[in-house]
């Protein structure tokens, strides 16, 4: 499956930004999706997952109440709506794909779309 990774950009803390994720390539349907980020200098960490379904979606802590996933399989898209942005939250954003189940380990993901950068300033 191949993804594309877009909707990123430079807001102010407390602004908003939708990401989204466009997939091809297979049945979408089947695959669950992550979003990872990676900040310059830091480990890549999980932001949140959803199942090929929707039925079952995951969060980081650090992202809890303010961002939310979902997906549109007719459109093979999935979206991450960020809310509320701190600085903190600036990094690369990264969706990515695996069969069936969520995880948030990233090295458990088969394909990944290119990074889109979030650039929140204070």
């Known amino acids: 499956v191949q993804l594309q990774a877009s909707g990123g950009g430079l807001v102010q803390a407390g602004d908003s930004l939708r990401l989204s994720c466009a997939g091809s390539?297979?049945?979408?349907?089947?695959?669950?999706v992550g979003w990872f980020r990676q900040a310059p200098g830091k480990e890549r960490e999980f932001v949140a997952a959803?199942?090929?379904?929707?039925?079952?979606?995951d969060y980081a802590d650090s992202v809890k109440g303010r961002f939310t996933i979902s997906r549109t399989n007719a459109e093979n898209t999935v979206y991450l709506q960020m809310n509320s942005l701190k600085p903190e939250d600036t990094a690369a954003y990264y969706c990515?794909?695996?069969?069936?189940?969520?995880?948030?380990?990233?090295?458990?993901?088969?394909?990944w779309g290119q990074g889109t950068q979030v650039t929140v300033s204070s």
């Open positions: 990515a794909a695996r069969r069936w189940q969520i995880d948030s380990n990233w090295p458990r993901y088969d394909y």
């Open positions: 959803i199942t090929g379904s929707g039925g079952r979606i």
């Open positions: 390539g297979r049945t979408f349907s089947n695959y669950a």
